[in-house]
């Protein structure tokens, strides 16, 4: 599933192409969404939260679009072939007259009034990527972790009610560079600021590299450390990669990890 950094880029693209532009053409394939007007609207801009995306009209409405696992939005000069949007996974189409967004195998879209947002969003924790995320944001993360016991940090990284935008991804990267076992209980980590924080930290610099990355390099097979490289070494000690599950199915995920590097903490 698309993470926190993925959609900050989508929105900047987004904004890009559409933003304070008059629409065309607005075609919503969706059955709760099908009959909405948005020919004549103003786009405001489009801005994320955690792995959602909001984008704002000028009549007080906003259009809600969340990726899920393989939605993804793209731009398309408004006549080219790519802007026809004919595909049969096409959910939204926006176009004004330059540039036509492409939403596709969008998994979730609704769309309400612009003060209504917090109905769909607002049971989701800080979104870490926010300006104030360092300052709030962080103190009501804390917060949120402190009633969860002894959970094990990777499944409450992964709880969108405690900081929206981070996925498997940034899970696995963030605790191998803090040197944590994924299944350290949470009443035992010192410092859980710097683990929220650096996973920001990670998710900034993919949202301003040429291409997504938790490394900093953007060349192919090197834009994570432990995620997606299970049983490869282990790019700081040569250790296999291993890879557990966060959660119980059906709702499990995969967690990447060092042995070595992260080593296992009693419980």
Same mark, same amino acid.
């Given at each position: 599933m698309p993470e926190g950094?993925?959609?900050?880029?989508?929105?900047?693209?987004?904004? /890009?192409?559409?933003?304070?532009?008059?629409?065309?053409?607005?075609?919503?394939?969706w059955p709760t969404a099908a009959e909405v007007v948005l020919v004549g609207r103003t786009v405001l801009g489009t801005v994320s939260y955690g792995k959602h995306l909001l984008t704002r009209f000028d009549d007080?409405?906003? &259009?809600?679009?969340? &990726?899920?696992?393989?939605?993804?939005? =793209?731009? %398309?000069?408004?006549g080219a072939p790519a802007a026809a949007a004919r595909g049969p996974f096409v959910r939204v189409v926006l176009g004004e007259q330059t540039w036509t967004a492409v939403g596709t195998r969008i998994g979730m879209l609704d769309v309400v009034a612009t003060r209504?947002?917090?109905?769909?969003?607002?049971?989701?924790?800080?979104?870490?990527?926010?300006?104030?995320?360092?300052?709030?944001g962080l103190a009501e993360a804390l917060a949120r972790i402190a009633v969860r016991g002894g959970a094990p940090i990777a499944e409450v990284l992964l709880d969108q009610r405690v900081a929206a935008g981070i996925g498997t991804i940034y899970t696995a990267e963030s605790l191998f560079a803090r040197r944590l076992w994924p299944w350290t209980p949470v009443d035992r980590i010192?410092?859980?600021? %710097?683990?929220?924080?650096? %996973?920001?930290?990670?998710?900034?610099?993919?949202?301003? =590299?040429?291409?997504?990355?938790?490394?900093?390099?953007?060349? !192919?097979?090197?834009?994570?450390?432990?995620?997606?490289?299970?049983? %490869? !070494?282990?790019?700081?000690?040569?250790?296999?990669?291993?890879?557990?599950? =966060?959660? /119980?199915?059906?709702?499990?995920?995969?967690?990447?990890?060092? !042995?070595?590097? /992260? !080593?296992?903490?009693?419980?």
């Open positions: 950094d993925i959609l900050r880029r989508t929105a900047v693209r987004l904004d /890009q192409g559409i933003a304070g532009r008059v629409l065309t053409r607005a075609e919503l394939r007080g409405r906003t &259009l809600h679009t969340h &990726l899920r696992m393989e939605g993804s939005w =793209a731009l %398309a000069r408004t209504d947002e917090h109905d769909l969003i607002g049971h989701l924790g800080p979104d870490l990527l926010a300006p104030d995320f360092p300052t709030s010192d410092d859980l600021g %710097a683990i929220l924080l650096t %996973a920001r930290a990670l998710m900034a610099r993919s949202v301003e =590299a040429r291409s997504p990355t938790a490394t900093g390099d953007t060349t !192919p097979g090197r834009t994570t450390m432990v995620h997606g490289r299970g049983r %490869a !070494p282990c790019r700081r000690c040569g250790t296999r990669i291993r890879v557990g599950r =966060a959660f /119980q199915p059906p709702v499990d995920r995969p967690v990447y990890y060092c !042995p070595t590097c /992260q !080593p296992r903490v009693a419980r």
